[in-house]
Every structure is written in structure tokens, then in C-alpha cells.
């Protein structure tokens, strides 16, 4: 799951870490409140407006500004990117419309750093990234000069070791150029003990900090907050769901989510249904290979019951963009007279106006083949899944 | 002969008396595996009810720690049907315990907790498959899983996948060749967990009884590049390949937590072209896992 910027400096902020004073916006009046209040605690007559959209990119896709003429002019700029369709090379050609806005007081940025947390699925292990690039796009570094990038592995046992932190503050020469080196060492030593043990707790699966700065008065402040969290850890994080952005998420997967399903929109006109995700993934390679085009990813899982396959198939059959479905079963947990009665029970509700193609598979499957003939429904039925691919691609092209 | 699971094995069921945990244990039970405890706390004392292969009545008893079953019944496997918040615990309970081989099945355990489990993992003596798959079979002998049993056929060929309905499949079509497996292996679809691709095609490549091994893949992370190289080093077999995801869009997470393309990284075409590189023979469609295995044993 994913969220904003400012409330990824929210977290930050619980955690001691270091941030800018910043105020969420949902309004350009909003903004121009904001501005004042700023330059008035700050004595700095900078601000800047920010654009709070998921995506990486937004400075460079015109999101993020730079205020010097005060709260009259922040709240011009803010009418300018308040509404506007946000396009960076994270959001894909539409972009994404920005609906909320962040105003943070202007900073004396001595130098950009970036500092980034991740799983290493190789190491099995937290890596701690820290790199003298910051304020750019860090695949680019890793891939153009990767000895720029100093990782250390967080052993879980120990955690974060302090000469872990020395290392990543010498390696990166966080002393230089400061007033007071030693104390600008300490604090960047805080901020990676303190972003170890927050990533930990909170459940996180990314977190970057792009760029993480050292103003000219030495001080070491997180000026931009990326916090991705594990969905698997739901569970135990009921305050996320008051962190989600619904506008942020695909109405179609959002809604597949609470009914416990795993649904990814997709650009085809073949919808389809299938137990298990290996095999979804399959079954959309197979469609293409076949020649058509997948709608979406759908996998129902192993413990569906019959009301959420009914529920899944009602939410392809909604779907105007489709023109043709397929439905691949190998059941193992999944019972193929589970998923034979979902569908009979959702087309009968919803009616059935697109071929549909069923290929059933493994346990119970006699039984779901029988459903599905006595349903007396236009279903064609499939041996295995090529057959089935082959079938609905016919179809739809057909049609 | 087989690899990891067979008729001498003895396997505790953590999570028993569970909704998954009492379906699948009836079903492992019938088709011959050696269930001989089950493990929840609170529920020690009662007895789990089953039918065996042809029709013989089985009572398992059920223990409060996996230490007790250990203890009482000598079991040396376990499986674990514990939901995904306490699942992690389960597994660090069974190394505890002294299991050797643990088959998670459990999906959605947050991958924090699965860190810590490699961690204890790596210094203690057990092995771990899984989380978030299906299980291990050794047809004939052993079902571990929630797989169905009866699509398999005792043979000389390993499978082991990330996706379990996908190894259904792969199944599927080498038992309609007449090509039957010696063991199948799901080690799962989670970012961090146990045995991966090299760890299971070392054990196939000692098996005297396996001579060809269906490798599947899907999108994320880099094990495939990695299982390549180790092909390409010291695999003395042949190993057929599908990658699932080609269409896969970057950056979603298709349904198993491991299966996202982030930062360009992870994508199907390059664990595709990395595989080949190794002498593996890649499918091009997943109906044709079994007769690929098939062509690289004609030739």
C-alpha cells in the first residue's frame, strides 16, 4: 500500500525523525493560510507547494514549486497545480489528477543525499541504501555508477549497528563542508538508527528518503518521504486504512480487495478467472499468445467461497470493456463445483451477453462440469488451456 | 526413491483442528501420508478423525506444543496451516522443535517476520518450504499440501515452481505423457522464504531417481537468474522452463507477494533469456511444459 508524502513525514515526525515544518492543503486557500503561517514561524520568506500524488517525478512533471513571493503567491501557484493532471514517468500518459497539496517551509540545502531502505529478496535481509545522488532518479545511478551506492544489510538479530551507521556517514563524507562535522555525523547516525527501527515496525516494504539534505547550517532533515507498506501486514495496522487515498486506487481493484480478492486492471478485452496466481499470470500470457488481449489479472484464490467467486465474476461481467471471458480452473484447495456454482449464480443475475469459455480442472471437477451443463447456460466448455485460449480468442473475434 | 518426503516420513499438522488445516490433513491422510500428530494450542488431548487409503480408520492425536508431539510421536516433518499473523511464530516453534523439514503453507505472513525466520533458519538444522505454497509430493508415498493428489503419477520427474496451480498444470501434462514426477516442489510465490530454485535442483541432481527436473518461474526478484547460473555450473539433468508474467504490468503485485517488477527489475523476458543461456529449454506457452521436458529427453 501506498501513501503520501505528507503522511509519510507524519510517521517520520512520531518517529523523531528530522522534517521540514509542513502543512497539508486541500485548497489554495487552505495553501495561502499555510504560507503565512510558515514564513511567519520560520522567518524564512521561502515555501514551497507540493503536489501530493503517489508517483515519483512530480518535481520534475511541474508538481513541486518554489515560493519567494509569499502567500499571495502561493496561492496562485497552488490554483495552478491544485486540479491539474500530474504526468511524471511513474503515473503512465494520463497522469494523475492532484487533489491534495503540501506547503513546507524553504530550506539552506548545502547538498542532496539519498538514503532508501528495501527488502533484498537475494540477501533475505533489510538493505540500507545511501548514495551522494540525491534529487535524482536512483535506478539511473545504479545502473550508470553503482559504486555510488553504499548498502549495508541489517541483520534482524541486532539491528542497525551503530558502526553500520559510521560506515554510510563516512562513506558518504557527511562531515564535509559542514560547521560543525562531528555533531552533523551524529545526527545523520540518528536518522538511519531511527528510519532501521521505523521501517521494522511499521511494516514497511520501501521507504526512500529522495533527497535527504544537509542544510548549510549542518542539520540533516528528510525532505522528501516515500513510505510503501506491506499489505501482508494489514492485519496488524488497522490505522491504515485511514491512510489509504481511494482516489489513488482503481475503483474495480479497490473493491476487489475488500471482498478478498486479488484483481489487476489490464489493457485487453478478455476477462478471466483462475485459481491461483502463478496460473492467472499464466492464463494472461496464454490469451496473448493466442493472440487476444487480457482484461485483467484475477486470481480468486484457494479459499474462495461461492459468494466471492460469484462476487468476482459480477465484477467482469460489469466490466464494458470486456468482450469475452475465460474462466481457467485447476483446483487444488479450490473446488471446481465452487466455482461452477459462482458462475451459474452471477450470470444468472447479471446475464450472460459475451461468449464465455470455462476450462475446469482438478478437485471435484466432475462435479463442476455437471453444474455448468445443467445451468443451461451458452458456456463452451475447454479440455485445457490452450484449447481454452484458443477458443475465447475465436470467439471474441467472432462476436 | 525421491527427495525430502516419503513413506517413512512423519509429519505433524500445525493448525489441525483449523477450517484448512482439518480439510487438508483428511485429505493427506487418504491418500497414504503419515500424519501421526496434529498440533493447536488448547486443543491437546482430542483426537483428529480420518480415513486412510482403502477405507482404514485413523486417529491422530492432537498435542498443545510441537515440542509434545515431537516428544510423543517422533514426528520429524511438519505442516503448517497456522493463519498469517501467527504463522511465523509456527515456524520458528517447529525449528525449536527440532523438525527437519517445515512446509509452510500459510500465505499473506508479513515478510518482517518471514526476515527474522531466515535468520534463525540459516544456524539451525531444519529446512523450510514455503510459505505461501502449496506443499511437497512425492507421489505414491507422501502428499504434503493441499495439492490434489490424484493428478499425479509416481515417475522420474522433479517439478518445482513458485505457482501451485501452475504445477498442477505441469503435472497435469507429464502424467497425460506418461511422464510421472518423483517429487514436486512449491516453494512458494513470498519475496523471503525457504528452499528456492538452487536448493531444490541440487537435491534433483543427487536423486539417482529424478532425470529431468520442470522448472517455473514468475515475475520478481532475481532466484531465476540465479538458479541459472547454478544450471549452468553443475546440472547434470535436463531442465524444461516456463516464466509466468510476460504480459505482467511493472510495478503491480500479481496476486503473490513476490511477483512484482520493480525498478525494471524482475521481468519474465530477462529470467526467460537468462534461462536459456543456462541450456534450459523454455516453454512458450504454458501448455507446453510437459512435451518440452519431453523434446530435450528425445534429444
Same mark, same amino acid.
Given at each position: 500500500?501506498?501513501? /503520501? ?66 502567500? +499571495? ?83 534482524? +538479530? ?60 549542518? /542539520? ?39 471482498? &478478498? ?28 499468445? +493466442? &493472440? ?101 480468442? +475465436?470467439?471474441?473475434?467472432a462476436a | 526413491m525421491s527427495v525430502l518426503v516419503g513413506k517413512d516420513t512423519k509429519v505433524v499438522?500445525?493448525?489441525?483442528? #483449523? ?12 491418500? #497414504? ?10 486443543? #491437546? ?21 510441537? %515440542? ?110 506418461g511422464m510421472g514426477q518423483s517429487t514436486c516442489i512449491g516453494i512458494g510465490g513470498d519475496p ?10 541440487k537435491l534433483y541432481n543427487d536423486d539417482p531417481n529424478t532425470e529431468g527436473v520442470i522448472m ?11 538458479? %541459472? ?10 531442465? %524444461? ?15 503473490? %507477494? ?20 543456462? #541450456? ?20
Amino acid at each position: 500500500m501506498k501513501i /503520501h508524502e505528507y503522511q509519510g513525514k507524519q510517521i517520520f515526525q512520531r518517529y523523531g525523525l528530522p522534517i521540514p515544518k509542513g502543512i497539508p492543503c486541500m485548497t489554495v486557500d487552505e495553501v495561502e493560510k499555510a504560507a503565512k503561517k510558515l514564513i511567519d514561524e520560520t522567518g524564512n520568506p521561502v515555501v514551497v507547494v507540493k503536489a501530493q500524488i503517489h508517483a515519483g517525478g512530480r518535481g520534475k512533471g511541474g508538481g513541486v514549486k518554489v515560493v519567494k513571493g509569499g502567500p +499571495a503567491e502561493a496561492k496562485k501557484i497552488a490554483s495552478q497545480i491544485l486540479g491539474m493532471q500530474l504526468v511524471t514517468h511513474q503515473t503512465g500518459p494520463a497522469g494523475q489528477k492532484v487533489r491534495r497539496l503540501y506547503v513546507e517551509q524553504g530550506l539552506d540545502i548545502a547538498r542532496e543525499l539519498y538514503l532508501g531502505l528495501v527488502v533484498d529478496r537475494e540477501k533475505r535481509r533489510i538493505a540500507l541504501m545511501a548514495s551522494t545522488e540525491g534529487g535524482v532518479e536512483i535506478e539511473k545511478v545504479a545502473e550508470e555508477s553503482p559504486e555510488k551506492i553504499l548498502t549495508e544489510h541489517i541483520d534482524p +538479530a541486532i539491528g542497525l549497528g551503530g558502526f553500520q551507521a559510521r560506515k554510510l556517514a563516512f562513506g558518504l563524507g557527511i562531515g564535509k563542508g559542514a560547521p560543525k562535522p562531528k555533531e552533523t555525523i551524529a545526527e545523520f547516525v540518528q536518522v538511519v538508527t531511527k528510519l532501521a527501527t521505523m521501517f521494522e515496525k511499521e511494516d514497511c516494504s520501501l521507504c526512500e528518503i529522495n533527497p535527504l539534505v544537509v542544510t548549510k547550517d549542518g /542539520h540533516i532533515i528528510a525532505l522528501d518521504a516515500k513510505i510503501n507498506f506491506d499489505d501482508n501486514a494489514e492485519g496488524r495496522h488497522k490505522e491504515w486504512a485511514e491512510l489509504m487515498d481511494k482516489d489513488e486506487e482503481d475503483p474495480v481493484e479497490l473493491e476487489a480487495k475488500t471482498t &478478498g480478492l486479488n484483481y489487476v486492471s489490464l489493457d485487453g478485452d478478455i476477462g478471466c478467472l483462475v485459481n491461483g496466481a502463478g496460473l492467472a499470470m499464466a492464463t494472461m500470457d496464454i490469451i496473448q499468445h +493466442a &493472440g487476444g488481449a487480457p482484461a485483467n489479472f484475477l486470481d480468486v484464490g484457494g479459499g474462495a467461497t461461492k459468494d466471492q467467486v460469484t462476487k468476482a465474476f459480477k465484477m467482469i461481467l460489469s466490466s464494458s470493456k470486456v468482450k469475452g471471458i475465460f474462466v481457467n480452473i485447476f483446483g487444488g484447495i479450490m473446488k471446481c463445483d465452487v466455482i461452477a456454482e459462482g458462475v451459474v449464480a452471477a450470470t444468472k443475475e447479471l446475464g450472460l451477453k459475451v461468449p464465455l469459455v470455462v476450462r475446469l480442472e482438478g478437485t471435484n471437477v466432475e462435479l463442476g462440469k455437471e453444474i455448468l451443463r445443467n445451468s443451461g447456460l451458452k458456456i463452451q466448455a475447454a479440455d485445457n488451456m490452450l484449447d481454452g485460449a484458443k477458443k475465447i480468442v +475465436a470467439a471474441v473475434k467472432a462476436a | 526413491m525421491s527427495v525430502l518426503v516419503g513413506k517413512d516420513t512423519k509429519v505433524v499438522i500445525q493448525g489441525i483442528t #483449523g477450517g484448512a488445516g482439518s480439510f487438508h490433513a483428511a485429505q493427506c491422510i487418504a491418500y #497414504g501420508t503419515q500424519i501421526v500428530a496434529g498440533c493447536t494450542p488448547n486443543r #491437546g488431548g482430542e483426537t483428529f478423525e480420518a480415513t486412510g487409503p482403502g477405507g482404514k480408520k485413523v486417529g491422530v492425536p492432537v498435542f498443545d506444543t510441537v %515440542a509434545e508431539s515431537v516428544k510423543q510421536t517422533g514426528a520429524d516433518t511438519s505442516c503448517i496451516f497456522v493463519p498469517a499473523l501467527g504463522a511465523a511464530d509456527s515456524i520458528l516453534e517447529a525449528i525449536d522443535a527440532g523438525i527437519k523439514l517445515i512446509v509452510c503453507i500459510t500465505e499473506g505472513i508479513p515478510v518482517v517476520d518471514m526476515i527474522r525466520v531466515r535468520r534463525v533458519l540459516e544456524t539451525s538444522n531444519s529446512r523450510l518450504i514455503g510459505p505461501n505454497c502449496p506443499g511437497i509430493i512425492t507421489p505414491g508415498a507422501c502428499k504434503l499440501g493441499i495439492m490434489p493428489g490424484h493428478i499425479h503419477l509416481p515417475g522420474k520427474y522433479g517439478v518445482v515452481s513458485r505457482s501451485g496451480t501452475l504445477t498442477y498444470e505441469a503435472v497435469g501434462q507429464l502424467t497425460a505423457l506418461g511422464m510421472g514426477q518423483s517429487t514436486c516442489i512449491g516453494i512458494g510465490g513470498d519475496p523471503v522464504g525457504g528452499m528456492d530454485f538452487i536448493d531444490c535442483l541440487k537435491l534433483y541432481n543427487d536423486d539417482p531417481n529424478t532425470e529431468g527436473v520442470i522448472m517455473i518461474g514468475e515475475i520478481g526478484g532475481n532466484a531465476e537468474e540465479r538458479a %541459472a547460473a547454478w544450471i549452468k555450473a553443475n546440472m547434470k539433468k535436463p531442465v %524444461a522452463g516456463f516464466i509466468a508474467g510476460t504480459t505482467a504490468p511493472p510495478g503491480k503485485r500479481m496476486g503473490h %507477494a513476490g511477483a512484482i517488477i520493480s525498478g525494471g527489475k524482475g521481468t519474465a523476458t530477462d529470467k526467460i533469456r537468462a534461462l536459456v543461456a543456462a #541450456g534450459v529449454k523454455v516453454a512458450p506457452s504454458p501448455a507446453e511444459m510437459g512435451t518440452t521436458l519431453q523434446s530435450m529427453l528425445k534429444g
